[in-house]
């Protein structure tokens, strides 16, 4: 099981990227999908989640309507395209999945399982 990122780098506010996540070893498809993001100092917290049992997407309140999470589950990637970025969205971000039991999101990311290596994500000027 595997899961790798790409696509952070330097961006100047309100700028746009789009971040990918490439699983193996597994089927995204039947897994809770999420986006955490860890900023320095503080608690890691969710970006973005999308259930398998109805396919709902959720989304933090500090993202909404700037980012846009999806998947292509014939290519076993996920992305997440983040428009209008603020200096706030600097973070590492991580892709992750809970485990195959699980059927809903969760907020903390004490409850996935798999993680990514995490991608820079900087907006500056």
Do not use: H
């Not at 993001?37 to 398998?52: F, L, N, T, Y």
């Not at 999101?105 to 996935?112: A, H, I, N, P």
Request: hydrophobic share 30%; with cysteine.
């Amino acid at each position: 099981v595997q899961l790798q990122a790409s696509g952070g780098g330097l961006v100047q506010p309100g700028g746009s990227l789009r971040l990918s996540c490439k699983a193996s070893g597994f089927a995204l498809s039947y897994y809770v999908i999420a986006w955490f993001r860890q900023a320095p100092g503080k608690e890691r917290e969710m970006v973005s989640c999308i259930s398998p049992r109805d396919e709902s997407t959720s989304y933090a309140d500090s993202v909404k309507g700037r980012f846009a999470f999806s998947r292509d589950y014939a290519e076993n990637t996920m992305y997440l395209r983040m428009d209008r970025l603020k200096p706030e969205d600097t973070a590492v971000y991580y892709c992750t999945t809970r485990g195959v039991e699980a059927l809903y999101c969760s907020g903390s990311w004490r409850d996935y399982d798999y993680w990514g290596q995490g991608t820079q994500v900087t907006v500056s000027s």
